[in-house]
């Protein structure tokens, strides 16, 4: 009996010993597999072409669907959030919206301005939709703002730009070729038909300048032209436009005079933008005055200096003044005091 359970345990030990050694084999079979398959994977991501393939893929994460074709994507919206964009074109992707990052000072509505005027009859068309459904118009609105440099037009076009953003829409500025926008807006009301939205064309005289007339009348109201849409330019020289831009409505509707900040949306400003002056009446009435058919840029660089460089107030003022008169001219600029930012 003892005999026969040694050479038992050893025959089970032996086999054992065979199984072992196959799991062994098959483990190590397995890993120079795996070994194989990750050496393969990083030739191929060194290979250029595939390498230019998985950039061109980007982070996509999921598909893009267009009939019966599928486009590799980040991922996808049913509506473009609310923002302000530029409509751009490229061969890859054809016409698309880009999303501004929008820095700006504090925007701040000014009491008694034309600036709030516009704002104001922006709101109202916004609820007048039935009524033109009503007569059979577009629901569209058009308005040409025109003023001295600085008088707060570009001011006035974040202020909308702001509203409709807040209310869900979004804005479009027009920084390149108008053909581009208005194909880029015929797309995108295919796909939200009932958006409002606001079209900023700042400088129209310079887009004209750079395209010439035509792509900017076809975005106006060409075969491309939407509804819930309102369109608001700006430009300093008026005079330089042709009457089919100043004298059609449907086009511009209105034409709105900016000029500079009067009086008491002067002291609005210097006391929102200088809380200081709360306290102190009378110097409050000697900035309001000082700063009299002044521009907000120049209000602005007025606390600037005074304030956060500690500038002296009179030597400042000087100085502002200076830069409203003049204009720097080379032929005779040598020996000259500053009279801009120093």
């Given at each position: 009996m003892p005999v026969k359970k040694v050479k038992f345990k050893t025959s089970t030990h032996k086999a054992n010993r065979r199984a072992h050694a196959k799991d062994i084999t098959i483990?190590?079979?397995?890993?120079?597999?795996?070994?194989?398959?990750?050496?393969?994977?990083?030739?191929?991501?060194?290979d250029p072409e595939i390498q230019e393939t998985l950039d061109e893929a980007g982070d996509a994460q999921m598909w893009a669907v267009s009939a019966d074709s599928y486009f590799p994507c980040e991922k996808t919206e049913r509506e473009l959030p609310p923002g302000q964009y530029i409509v751009s074109f490229s061969d890859s992707k054809g016409y698309f919206f880009q999303k501004k990052i929008i820095n700006l000072d504090e925007l701040?509505?000014?009491p008694d301005s034309r600036s709030e005027h516009v704002l104001n009859s922006i709101q109202h068309f916004w609820t007048r939709e039935k009524m033109f459904r009503k007569h059979g118009f577009l629901w569209k609105r058009g308005?040409?703002?025109w003023g001295p440099p600085g008088s707060g037009k570009t001011s006035t076009?974040?202020?909308?730009?702001?509203?409709?953003v807040d209310n869900g829409g979004f804005s479009v500025y027009v920084n390149g070729d108008p053909e581009f926008v208005a194909h880029g807006l015929a797309i995108m009301r295919k796909i939200e038909p009932d958006r409002p939205i606001i079209v900023m064309i700042e400088d129209i005289d310079a887009?004209?300048?750079r395209h010439g007339e035509a792509p900017l009348l076809a975005l106006l109201d060409g075969e491309l032209q939407i509804d819930n849409v309102v369109f608001i330019a700006t430009t300093n020289y008026p005079e330089e436009l042709d009457t089919?831009?100043?004298?059609?409505?449907?086009?511009?509707?209105?034409?709105?005079?900016?000029?500079?900040?009067n009086e008491k949306a002067r002291e609005v400003y210097l006391l929102k933008k200088n809380p200081r002056l709360k306290s102190n009446p009378e110097e409050l009435t000697k900035w309001v005055s000082s700063t009299n058919g002044w521009s907000i840029a120049h209000m602005r660089e007025l606390i600037v200096a005074v304030e956060c460089l500690d500038n002296k107030f009179e030597d400042t003022i000087e100085r502002l003044a200076k830069m409203n008169q003049n204009k720097p001219n080379s032929?005779?600029?040598e020996g000259r005091k500053p009279f801009g930012f120093t």
């Amino acid at each position: 009996m003892p005999v026969k359970k040694v050479k038992f345990k050893t025959s089970t030990h032996k086999a054992n010993r065979r199984a072992h050694a196959k799991d062994i084999t098959i483990a190590r079979a397995n890993l120079l597999r795996k070994i194989d398959s990750v050496r393969n994977r990083e030739n191929a991501i060194m290979d250029p072409e595939i390498q230019e393939t998985l950039d061109e893929a980007g982070d996509a994460q999921m598909w893009a669907v267009s009939a019966d074709s599928y486009f590799p994507c980040e991922k996808t919206e049913r509506e473009l959030p609310p923002g302000q964009y530029i409509v751009s074109f490229s061969d890859s992707k054809g016409y698309f919206f880009q999303k501004k990052i929008i820095n700006l000072d504090e925007l701040i509505v000014l009491p008694d301005s034309r600036s709030e005027h516009v704002l104001n009859s922006i709101q109202h068309f916004w609820t007048r939709e039935k009524m033109f459904r009503k007569h059979g118009f577009l629901w569209k609105r058009g308005m040409l703002l025109w003023g001295p440099p600085g008088s707060g037009k570009t001011s006035t076009l974040q202020q909308l730009s702001k509203l409709i953003v807040d209310n869900g829409g979004f804005s479009v500025y027009v920084n390149g070729d108008p053909e581009f926008v208005a194909h880029g807006l015929a797309i995108m009301r295919k796909i939200e038909p009932d958006r409002p939205i606001i079209v900023m064309i700042e400088d129209i005289d310079a887009i004209i300048e750079r395209h010439g007339e035509a792509p900017l009348l076809a975005l106006l109201d060409g075969e491309l032209q939407i509804d819930n849409v309102v369109f608001i330019a700006t430009t300093n020289y008026p005079e330089e436009l042709d009457t089919r831009f100043v004298n059609r409505p449907s086009r511009f509707d209105e034409i709105i005079y900016i000029g500079m900040p009067n009086e008491k949306a002067r002291e609005v400003y210097l006391l929102k933008k200088n809380p200081r002056l709360k306290s102190n009446p009378e110097e409050l009435t000697k900035w309001v005055s000082s700063t009299n058919g002044w521009s907000i840029a120049h209000m602005r660089e007025l606390i600037v200096a005074v304030e956060c460089l500690d500038n002296k107030f009179e030597d400042t003022i000087e100085r502002l003044a200076k830069m409203n008169q003049n204009k720097p001219n080379s032929e005779n600029g040598e020996g000259r005091k500053p009279f801009g930012f120093t």
